[in-house]
T-cell receptor
Framework: QKEVEQNSGPLSVPEGAIASLNCTYSDRVSQSFFWYRQYSGKSPELIMS????GDKEDGRFTAQLNKASQYVSLLIRDSQPSDSATYLC?????????FGAGTRLTVKP | DARVTQTPRHKVTEMGQEVTMRCQPILGHNTVFWYRQTMMQGLELLAYFRNRAPLDDSGMPKDRFSAEMPDATLATLKIQPSEPRDSAVYFC????????????????FGAGSRLTVL
């Protein structure tokens, strides 16, 4: 079993819709959780971090964390074509940082 | 803007040749990671250093890969001999973890080194 799992997609949503991205992790001592966005041919860039159970909102992005279920999600409201990218979930336990394989999102105009 | 610098950006080589990739982390960051990204496997953790000391290299094929951090401004990843299956994009990333605590490990990635082994 992979340590960080994501639904690989691709996920396609119309412009203006809500995109929902999910991630589960296997290491119960994980403490910090991140969402990175990666455009094709580019390097990953951080868009959200979350450390406590519950929701964290930043503009059109909301990260949700449930440590009991070992589940973290990212909601993108009012999706835009510029949001089309691969979204990587990352989990930090101790000093390391492990990534899921990513979910490719396409937002259609 | 502070950035992580990786060289070379692109490398094409023949099977059996030695490949060395270099990374200059952000000044002041104490943790450096090497990742490999392929379509099939996604972003795999190869090795990482904290305060220049190797913490974990269990993700690397030990017989051909080696990672070092000779000083605070340089991390290297070497493949010898290279094989076609090593073709991938190799990313270096750096971050700052307060000593004695984990968490809050926000990483900044370099642009990556795209390796093609023929």
């Amino acid at each position: 079993q992979k340590e960080v799992e994501q639904n690989s997609g691709p996920l396609s949503v119309p412009e203006g819709a809500i995109a929902s991205l999910n991630c589960t992790y296997s290491d119960r001592v994980s403490q910090s959780f991140f969402w990175y966005r990666q455009y094709s041919g580019k390097s990953p860039e951080l868009i959200m971090s979350i450390y406590s159970n519950g929701d964290k909102e930043d503009g059109r992005f909301t990260a949700q964390l449930n440590k009991a279920s070992q589940y973290v999600s990212l909601l993108i409201r009012d999706s835009q074509p510029s949001d089309s990218a691969t979204y990587l979930c990352a989990v930090n336990a101790g000093s390391d940082m492990r990534f899921g394989a990513g979910t490719r999102l396409t937002v259609k105009p | 803007d502070a950035r992580v610098t990786q060289t070379p950006r692109h490398k094409v080589t023949e099977m059996g040749q030695e490949v060395t990739m270099r990374c200059q982390p952000i000044l002041g960051h104490n943790t450096v990671f090497w990742y490999r990204q392929t379509m099939m496997q996604g972003l795999e953790l190869l090795a990482y250093f904290r305060n220049r000391a190797p913490l974990d290299d269990s993700g690397m094929p030990k017989d051909r890969f080696s990672a070092e951090m000779p000083d605070a401004t340089l991390a290297t990843l070497k493949i010898q001999p290279s094989e076609p299956r090593d073709s991938a994009v190799y990313f270096c990333a750096s971050g700052l973890i307060p000593d004695g605590r984990s968490g809050a490990n926000v990483l900044t990635f370099g642009a990556g080194s795209r390796l093609t082994v023929l």
